[in-house]
Structure formats: structure tokens, C-alpha cells
Nanobody
Framework: VQLQASGGGLMQAGGSLRLSCAAS???????????MGWFRQAPGKEREFVAA????????IYGDSVKGRFTMSRDSAKNTVYLHMNSLAPEDTATYYC?????????????????WGQGTQVTVSS
């Protein structure tokens, strides 16, 4: 399975973006049985949990720094997950990666995820 993240860009603080992550390849449809997650990594920092969703799309969890501002959703028919980001702040600047969890539940544990893809850059100016 290959993951392609897109939708990043340069935004001013307070703006909104929607990131997409599409699964492709021979086993892309199998991702509908897995939890999916978004993580981000700023230069010189460790990869940070942002959001995760369970296989059904009925349960989502968020990192403390994005709660109330970001919303994750999925469209299993399209093998795609989304991250809707509102009230963007400069500290949200990072490369955003999506991953497939080895479990069906939503999880914030980095070690559960694989198939990261190249990520998409989000830069927020003040």
C-alpha cells in the first residue's frame, strides 16, 4: 500500500486547510479495515501525533495541541482520509504524514503505524 498525502501549503495564521491522504496499490482497499492516523514533524523535532480514526470512521482521537481545531474523517470508498485544519497557528508548521495502523482502532501510538509516504508540508505564517 502506498499513501499519498496532499493539500499542504503556505497559510496565514487563523486560516484553514484540508489535507488528504489517499491509499493506492494492490492492497489499498484493505486500509478500510485499519485505523489511520496523521502525525507531523517539524525540523529538529520528533514526530508528533495529530489525529487518528478507527476503521469505521466512528471514533476519532486528537493530540492536545490540535483538539477543537482539527477534524479527521475518512471516505473508505475512496480509500482516503482527511484532516480539516482550522484556526491554524505558526506552531502547526510541520510536514504532515499519514499512516496505516496495524490495528482497527484509533491509536496515538507511533509504533503502530506504517506506510508513511512522503508527507505534505504545512507552513503557517504569523
Amino acid at each position: 500500500v502506498q499513501l499519498q498525502a496532499s493539500g499542504g501549503g503556505l497559510m496565514q495564521a487563523g486560516g484553514s486547510l484540508r489535507l488528504s491522504c489517499a491509499a493506492s496499490g494492490r492492497y489499498a482497499r484493505t486500509t478500510s479495515n485499519n485505523g489511520m492516523g496523521w502525525f507531523r514533524q517539524a525540523p529538529g523535532k520528533e514526530r508528533e501525533f495529530v489525529a487518528a480514526i478507527d476503521w469505521r470512521g466512528g471514533n476519532t482521537i486528537y493530540g492536545d495541541s490540535v483538539k477543537g481545531r482539527f477534524t479527521m474523517s475518512r471516505d473508505s470508498a475512496k480509500n482516503t482520509v482527511y484532516l480539516h485544519m482550522n484556526s491554524l497557528a505558526p506552531e502547526d508548521t510541520a510536514t504532515y504524514y499519514c499512516g496505516v495502523s496495524r490495528h482497527s482502532a484509533a491509536s496515538s501510538r507511533l509504533e503502530y503505524y506504517r506506510n508513511w509516504g512522503q508527507g505534505t508540508q504545512v507552513t503557517v505564517s504569523s
